[in-house]
T-cell receptor, first 110, second 115 residues
Framework: DQQVKQNSPSLSVQEGRISILNCDYTNSMFDYFLWYKKYPAEGPTFLISISSIKDKNEDGRFTVFLNKSAKHLSLHIVPSQPGDSAVYFCAASVLKKFYFGTGTSLTVIP | DGGITQSPKYLFRKEGQNVTLSCEQNLNHDAMYWYRQDPGQGLRLIYYSQIVNDFQKGDIAEGYSVSREKKESFPLTVTSAQKNPTAFYLC??????????????FGNGTRLTVT
């Protein structure tokens, strides 16, 4: 049973605009949430994370929002750049086990 | 340069043969993990280890085995009992320590093809 879900397999955005990637989870015990970026045939690269005691964390162009009541996580990238084109995975952790979504392929169009 | 090294990058085996995937880290991380990625699916946890000489099954451990004799190394053996072994395998580590929240750091993966 998929505890972390990314319902949009793909997303296309114009360069300079905002990219919003979404993630839903089912386990209310998750206490740590993360976003990873992945290129083909490479390992995922950590982007940004948020603890369950916060609702927002920002790092440069990347902001993660957490809505615990809705069990929803989102990643905002602004402004989007062509180099942001990749697959993005959200992940959630409880008791040091990490669960991943199925990924969203982001394409930033120049 | 600290990091996680997985070798080889590509591996080919005949059905019925066991194969061992290597994972070494020099980050001094306590915890290590093995994940598998299949097309259209997320990363699924095979095994993980929080300390040396101890490891736990993940969600899809059947047909796999691991060992953790050294802090730096966490090899994964794909046995002939694994029904669908062809996949992209990812090793990761983290330093939970006294920090409850610490991200996973991944290697670059091994693509295993079994025919």
């Amino acid at each position: 049973d998929q505890q972390v879900k990314q319902n949009s397999p793909s997303l296309s955005v114009q360069e300079g605009r905002i990219s919003i990637l979404n993630c839903d989870y089912t386990n209310s015990m998750f206490d740590y949430f993360l976003w990873y970026k992945k290129y083909p045939a490479e390992g995922p690269t950590f982007l940004i994370s948020i603890s369950s005691i916060k609702d927002k964390n920002e790092d440069g162009r990347f902001t993660v929002f957490l809505n615990k009541s809705a069990k929803h996580l989102s990643l905002h990238i602004v402004p989007s750049q062509p180099g942001d084109s990749a697959v993005y995975f959200c992940a959630a952790s409880v008791l040091k086990k990490f669960y991943f979504g199925t990924g969203t392929s982001l394409t930033v169009i120049p | 340069d600290g990091g996680i090294t997985q070798s080889p990058k590509y591996l080919f085996r005949k059905e019925g043969q066991n194969v061992t995937l290597s994972c070494e880290q020099n980050l001094n991380h306590d915890a290590m993990y093995w994940y598998r990625q299949d097309p259209g699916q997320g990363l699924r946890l095979i095994y993980y280890s929080q300390i040396v000489n101890d490891f736990q099954k993940g969600d899809i451990a059947e047909g796999y085995s691991v060992s953790r004799e050294k802090k730096e190394s966490f090899p994964l053996t794909v046995t002939s009992a694994q029904k669908n072994p062809t996949a992209f395998y990812l090793c990761a580590s983290s330093m939970p320590g006294q920090l409850n929240n610490s991200p996973l750091h991944f290697g670059n993966g091994t693509r295993l093809t079994v025919t």
